[in-house]
């Protein structure tokens, strides 16, 4: 059983592109984080929310705690950008997503 | 530059060898994490600490072992490694429990 599913699990885009990658949990959290993992294997958190939005360059974070659901935007995907992204929750401990795998194409 | 530095990066291990797994970080952090990853099953968490000389079960904590003797280190132990334990292991720390984490680049281990 997994308490955090993410979708798709792997994505493929033209470089410019919008894109959203989706975070569904079901277990009580307190907060959401979303982190970035490069082909090289380091991870960086990009963001933790616990409620509404986060912005950070053409990166955009969404929560709705009632339908226990987050999403990731990024806006003009650039190749730079191709990475797994993992979505992960923190309620009586830390539960993670499988991760998402993208790749932006030029 | 700050933040949470793992060495070695990449080992080999042969069945029942032993090592040990350096976690430094130098943020002053409290709590500090060590995970293992493996494909399609996500991060899990092996052993915590919640400080200097304390330390926890995680999610998959059989088979290795943690020391936390100073505060900027932790320590991940295997006494007889298998197969079975063959992952990318990462260690991350934070500032308050559960939250604001810094990862470290990641150990790639094989037990053959």
């Known amino acids: 059983k997994n308490e955090v599913e993410q979708s798709p699990q792997n994505l493929t885009a033209q470089e410019g592109e919008f894109i959203t990658i989706n975070c569904s949990y079901s277990?009580?959290?307190?907060?959401l984080h979303w982190l970035q993992q490069h082909p090289g294997g380091g991870i960086v958190s990009l963001f933790m929310?616990?409620?509404g939005k986060k912005k950070h360059g053409r990166l955009i974070a969404t929560i709705n705690i009632q339908e226990k659901h987050s999403s990731l935007h990024i806006t003009a995907s650039h190749p730079r950008d191709s990475a797994v992204y993992i979505c992960a929750v923190t309620g009586n401990q830390f539960y993670f997503g499988t991760g998402t795998s993208l790749t932006v194409i030029p | 530059n700050a933040g949470v530095t793992q060495t070695p990066k990449f080992r080999v291990l042969k069945t029942g060898q032993s090592m040990t797994l350096l976690c430094a970080q130098d943020m002053n952090h409290e709590y500090m994490y060590w995970y293992r990853q493996d494909p399609g099953m996500g991060l899990r968490l092996i052993h915590y600490s919640v400080g200097e000389g304390t330390t926890a079960k995680g999610e998959v904590p059989d088979g290795y072992n943690v020391s936390r003797l100073k505060k900027q280190n932790f320590l991940l132990g295997l006494e007889s490694a298998a197969p079975s334990q063959t992952s990318v292991y990462f260690c991350?720390?934070?500032?308050?429990?559960?939250?604001?984490?810094?990862f470290g680049s990641g150990t790639r281990l094989t037990v053959v």
């Open positions: 929310l616990s409620s």
């Open positions: 277990v009580g959290i307190s907060a």
């Open positions: 991350a720390s934070s500032g308050q429990l559960l939250y604001g984490y810094t």
